[in-house]
Structures are given as C-alpha cells and as structure tokens.
C-alpha cells in the first residue's frame, strides 16, 4: 500500500517505508504524518512486518515539518498560556499523555511535530533510520527516534531549534 506521500514496499517481513515529497526535500506536512501514521498502525498490528526501515527519496531524508503548512495551522489556533511552574519538558510529556490516553492522531502539524518522534520511539518492533541526505529539524528526531541509524556518505543532521537556543515545545 502505498500513498501520496509515503512510497511502501514489504519483503521478508520487512516493511519499507519512504517518505516521498522531492518539491521539498519530504518535508512533512499533515497529509505525509497521516500516510505515516496509518502505514505504522499497519506495521504494527501485522505479524507478518517483524522490522521497519524509514527512509526518504533522493535528495533528502527528511528536511523536517513543513512550515508552511504549519504556518497556516498557526494563524488558525487560539493562544494558549503556558503556566509559569512548568518546563517544556513537562509540556511535552502532558501532551504525550493526553494523546495516548485518547489515542487519537495529531489534529494538526504542530502536534504531529510532537507526536511523530515519540510514536516512532515506542514501536515495539524494530525500527531502523536509513538516512540518504539530510536529516533537518523533524527528520533528525525522526532518525533518532528509531532503533538504528543507518547514514549514507551523502547524510547530514541538523537541529534547527538548537541552533536558536530553543527546544520544540
């Protein structure tokens, strides 16, 4: 099965996943998190798919969440304040919490920027990172996220939020 922007190939219990998006560089955006998300619920609940290899088109594996995109689902959500006692940690595992006690898929791609990494991370299967370019903000958690990585002479990471003295929260 195969989508717009997720390419899937299977072969000896192996699933193959590529994120394909060449007009920017597999940037994800909220239809790929989408594709991604019901291509893992399938590796997940089939025993035949014992290990998952994530990897992007040429030229890039990843160059993170599209901000265009999220640009868009920005300017079209309320503020919300942060309380004062909380770090952007515990910002981070209350969202997990809410989102695995619904169980229910990111709403928009700010959350899905949250979502993706830790989703990948708690595959009780085997996950493996072939990175073939660059792995950019999202794409480096991404790569992280899995068991083993995997990069090609071609691979290079970058965390843009620490190059700004931030952390996505």
Known sequence: MSGTYIKSESDQGVLVLTMHDPKTRNAIGLEMMKELEEELDRFESSPALRALVLTGSDPSFCSGANVKTMNDDNESSEPKAIPSDSTPWDLLNQAWDKQSALNSRPRDLIEGVRYMPLRLHNLQKPSI????????GLGMGIALSCDIRFASTNAKFSEMFVR???IPA
């Open 129 to 136: 990172a072939a990175v073939n370019g660059s792995a950019i």
């Open 164 to 166: 700004r003295g931030l």
